[in-house]
């Protein structure tokens, strides 16, 4: 089935604690992205990559870090996560290099404590 | 950047009846204008999308209408199920840049049996 999975879904950590979500896709994307969903505020862009080794800073990129080694594996790195990180955060992939159809992954609730 | 609202916040409809959501755009670059809709604990699901060279695109129940002089455009859902229930967000992305989608706020749709 082509998907893209999250894990873990559910987290509680605490302030400083270094985490690292996973996400990976399995339909062969150039394209794969973080957003953050939180509420009022639909989903914002963190981080995004057009390919392998290419990655750049979506609109709220402060506080997080990614790597893309791999075209079907996009891992969103939490340094020293704060309180204001608790959010819902949601992994997606495109077929293409631009912002396309997007593919989304079934999000991974974080609560920093 | 691109800012994209969306009105209105919750809409609550009889079921059979229609509904309307309405977004805006700021950046006149943007081309591509998808919808997505998203159930409780669940990723965002694409379920219509428009470019910028078409003016209106339907999919049985739905359909997308885009005015791109005024810079919005909206969804439309006839004869509303219960089973329509859910956030709907749209989105907006042109292809210059980082080709991110900028979504809205999102709208909690509620379709009363």
């Known amino acids: 089935e082509a998907q893209v999975t999250q894990n873990p879904r559910y987290l509680i950590t605490v302030t400083g604690k270094k985490l690292t979500v996973t996400c990976s896709q399995n339909?062969?994307?150039?394209?794969m992205s973080w957003y953050r969903q939180d509420p009022g505020l639909g989903l914002r862009q963190i981080y995004y990559?057009?390919?392998?080794?290419?990655?750049d800073k979506g609109d709220v990129p402060e506080g997080y870090k990614v790597s893309r080694k791999e075209k079907r594996n996009f891992p969103l790195i939490l340094e020293s996560p704060s309180p204001n990180q608790t959010s819902l955060y949601f992994c997606?992939?495109?077929?293409?290099?631009?912002?396309?159809?997007?593919?989304f992954g079934p999000g991974t609730r974080l609560t920093v404590l | 950047g691109e800012n994209v609202e969306q009105h209105p916040s919750t809409l609550s409809v009889q079921e059979g009846d229609s509904a309307v959501i309405k977004c805006t755009y700021s950046?006149?670059?943007?081309?591509?204008f998808p919808w997505y809709k998203q159930e409780l604990g669940k990723g965002p699901q694409l379920i219509i999308d428009?470019?910028?060279?078409?003016g209106e695109k339907k999919d049985q129940r739905i359909a997308v209408t885009l005015n791109k002089t005024a810079k919005h455009f909206s969804l439309h859902i006839t004869e509303t199920q219960p089973e329509d229930s859910a956030v709907y967000f749209c989105?907006?992305?042109?292809?210059?840049?980082?080709?991110?989608?900028?979504f809205g706020s999102g709208t909690r749709l509620q379709v009363q049996p």
């Open positions: 989105a907006a992305s042109g292809n210059t840049g980082r080709r991110a989608l900028t």
């Open positions: 339909m062969n994307h150039e394209y």
């Open positions: 950046d006149s670059a943007s081309n591509y």
């Open positions: 990559s057009m390919n392998v080794e290419v990655t």
């Open positions: 997606a992939s495109s077929p293409t290099q631009v912002a396309d159809t997007q593919y």
């Open positions: 428009i470019r910028s060279n078409v």
